[in-house]
């Protein structure tokens, strides 16, 4: 089993406010929890597609795979992250948001605070544009 740190724990509602250099610093922490989820959960998902839907076998999957899901999240909402959608987490900057996916291997994205949409913006795009306080 990969070991690995978890450098700050909260209550599941506490989000932080986070500076690039950071979320960075977390992030190989996010990917590691994020992929041991997403290899404990692939034969799960295998496994229920091979059934039919009248097999009593797949409603057990399925509670597995929420398991899964739902400790993913409560990993990630300790670490003070907001969860966005499966295996996708946002940094709080204040401003706004660093966006991460999984298997992304670096942040790469913004999502501005003000925007309805939340459309991610390339970071590099959005740091020489805004040159905001969160990234230095």
């Not at 409603?59 to 795979?65: E, V």
């Not at 790469?108 to 590099?124: C, E, K, N, T, W």
Request: aromatic content about 10%; glycine content about 6%.
């Amino acid at each position: 089993m990969e070991k690995y740190r978890i450098p700050q724990i909260g209550r599941p509602a506490d989000t932080r406010v986070f500076s690039l250099v950071e979320a960075e610093s977390l992030l190989p922490d996010v990917q590691k929890l994020t992929r041991r989820a997403v290899i404990e959960l692939e034969p799960i998902q295998l496994s229920y597609r091979k059934h039919l839907n009248c097999d009593p076998r797949k409603s057990q999957l399925a509670l597995d795979y929420e398991r899964i899901v739902r400790s993913w999240i409560g990993h990630m909402q300790r670490l003070g992250l907001i969860v966005r959608g499966l295996w996708e987490v946002d940094f709080d900057t204040g401003d706004g948001y660093l966006s991460w996916r999984h298997p992304e291997l670096r942040l790469g994205f913004f999502v501005d605070l003000h925007d309805p949409d939340a459309i991610r913006q390339s970071l590099p795009e959005t740091l020489a544009e805004l040159e905001p306080s969160w990234a230095y």
